[in-house]
């Protein structure tokens, strides 16, 4: 069924974002809600990328500077149009008409609030079109297909697509469903939108009418069918949790088949750019943010949140431990339970096993920073750094007041804070000096029991 599509053939994705329901009970616009991390229309623009969308054209609705703005972030070269009205989807397409008057060979339309949909998908709709029709579309078998528009087969031949609301009962019966996705003859689809009416029972111009029009005209139309699960929308955020269990779903199994072990993948949450290496080992309970890599052979525990950073290789993190932006890891080094690193850099096999803070800091390799450690790179106003030095040994329960450097090979007695650098190979020890009265707790019970005795 994949055969790809020439790829001299110049193609423009249009991504239909304007208008919504009020569904998600939301401040935000449906599209900028996530799902792995990415927003619902990042994954669209991604996948029209990916399917090597020469040209990308998106459909906001007035006022919408906040979807403008995540389409730019990511692909510069969008172009953005405003729908000023919402007067249906062959309508929203049409205000696009500048980029699709560029003169592109396919245009593929997709709606931004259908995220999973793969770049294979967006390619196998586009082989139609590169074989002659005018029209192709993306069908699939509804589980309960009540409220989508039903593709309409007659002798192999798609004749038209029936809105939901304008359907008969006969055609309601059909389980074939439009799941959104068109592609068009990048010459004759200004023609076919202009011709679409909107006389039906929503008072809408109908993207979907455009079928009808074409076969009216001598043009052919085809349906391409996908599993269902590639083309759920979101309208609520229960429809956003499935999606996001359907992406979860998918990020791990890539995961896994590029190399990494989970013992419980579905307890692993991962985002849309995680980059994992081989012979990764992730443990259960683990939650992976945006701007994350795990190198080759590292190890990530139990209960660890890595929310952005990098795991060197053979780097064993956690468990319970909380990386944070700008958190490195160098080959082999070791973080441990209720450590928590933050735009820091540990060097080749330095420890850091327990109880940490972390900020702002370089660590040297093979320094040792003991329990309870505590960088205080922040004073109320602004953030310094700290500088451990190689091979250097932070005492347990010591503070390290930024800025502040600690020299190759020094130690720092437990409990210290230190305020001041230390030099290279020499020890610091700052706390108060210990003292002992041989004798005194035994002479303090006896002079308080006899005090006692007296007044009783
Ligand atoms: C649409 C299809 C239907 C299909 C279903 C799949 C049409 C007429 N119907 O129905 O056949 O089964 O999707 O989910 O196309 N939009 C605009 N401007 C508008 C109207 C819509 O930008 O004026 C955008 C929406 O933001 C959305 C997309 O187009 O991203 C689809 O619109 P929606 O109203 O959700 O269409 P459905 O009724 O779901
Ligand atoms: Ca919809």
Redesign the pocket.
């Known amino acids: 069924m994949t055969s790809l599509p020439q790829p001299s053939r110049r193609w423009l994705a249009v991504v239909?974002?304007?208008?919504?329901?009020t569904r998600m009970a939301s401040s935000r616009p449906?599209?900028l809600h996530e799902v792995a991390g990415l927003s619902l229309i990042g994954h669209v623009l991604a996948s029209a990328s990916r399917a090597g969308a020469d040209g990308v054209a998106v459909?906001?609705?007035p006022g919408r500077e906040d979807v403008a703005s995540e389409v730019r972030r990511r692909r510069a070269d969008a172009r953005v149009f405003v729908?000023e009205?919402?007067?249906?989807?062959?309508?929203?397409v049409l205000?696009a008409r500048d980029a699709i008057a560029d003169g592109f060979d396919d245009v593929v339309v997709l709606?931004?609030?259908?995220p999973l949909v793969r770049a294979e998908t967006i390619g196998d709709l586009r082989v139609p079109v590169a074989e002659g029709a005018a029209v192709a579309v993306l069908g699939f078998e509804a589980e309960d297909p009540a409220?989508?528009?039903?593709l309409l087969v007659h002798d192999g031949e798609l004749t038209a697509?029936r809105?939901?609301k304008d359907a008969s009962p006969e055609e309601r019966s059909v389980r074939l469903?439009?799941?959104?996705l068109m592609a068009f003859d990048g010459r004759r689809i200004l023609g076919l939108l202009e011709a679409v009416g909107n006389a039906n029972a929503?008072g809408?111009?109908?993207?979907?009418?455009a079928v009808e029009v074409a076969r009216s005209r001598g043009m052919q139309a085809r349906a391409r069918t996908v599993a269902e699960e590639e083309?759920q929308?979101v309208?609520d955020r229960v429809q956003l949790a499935a999606a996001e269990a359907i992406a979860q779903r998918r990020l791990r199994k890539a995961a896994m088949l590029a190399g990494a072990t989970m013992i419980a993948p579905e307890t692993v949450f991962l985002s849309y750019d995680t980059v994992i290496g081989r012979d990764v080992l992730i443990e259960p309970h683990v939650v992976i943010s945006p701007g994350s890599v795990l190198e080759d052979g590292c190890v990530v525990h139990a209960f660890t949140h890595i929310e952005g950073g990098r795991v060197g290789p053979g780097a064993l993190v956690g468990p319970l431990a909380r990386l944070r932006p700008g958190a490195v890891l160098a080959t082999r080094s070791k973080i441990g339970n209720f450590v928590e690193i933050k735009n820091s850099t540990v060097g080749e096999g330095a420890k850091v096993n327990h109880f940490t803070y972390l900020g702002d800091t370089i660590v040297g390799a093979g320094a040792n920073v003991g329990a309870g450690t505590i960088t205080c790179n922040y004073d109320g106003f602004g953030k310094a750094r700290t500088e451990i030095g190689a091979g250097a040994f932070i005492g347990s329960n010591s503070s390290l007041v930024a800025p502040v450097k600690i020299g190759d090979g020094a130690y720092v007695g437990a409990g210290s804070v230190i305020t001041q650098d230390v030099p290279p190979d020499s020890l610091a020890v700052a706390r108060a000096r210990q003292f002992v009265r041989e004798g005194w707790a035994k002479s303090f019970r006896e002079s308080k029991a006899a005090a006692r005795a007296k007044k009783e």
């Open positions: 239909l974002a304007a208008g919504e329901g449906k599209v459909v906001v609705g729908q009205k919402r007067l249906g989807t062959a309508h929203a205000a709606f931004g609030d259908t409220g989508y528009g039903r697509i809105e939901h469903c439009n799941a959104g929503a809408e111009y109908y993207l979907t009418d083309v929308g309208n």
